[in-house]
């Protein structure tokens, strides 16, 4: 069960929308799912490699209370950062969500 001080952080999520345009080429823009309060934490190279995801950088572990329809394709806007969800857990009979993030480097 997380604490509500430990929601210290705000949070937006954000789906990808794909739309076509006029020369009918795929384009991607982020829309708002939701803004939670989270706990972002940096995740050690320890903790990366129990995760199992050697080929991908995980750079931050974040928690929140469970939102419905949360999936890997999302990502985070946390501070001026972009988080991209790497995996998604559900702890706590579907009380709380753990999100894998890899940090885009501009």
Known sequence: MILPGQLR???TVEQPV???TTLGESQI?????ATRWASVEGVSSREALQYGQQQIEITHKVRMRYLDGLTHEMRLQWRSRTLDVVSVLEYANRSEHVLICQEQVA
């Open 9 to 11: 952080e705000r949070v």
């Open 18 to 20: 794909r739309t076509t």
């Open 29 to 33: 823009t982020w829309s708002t799912y």
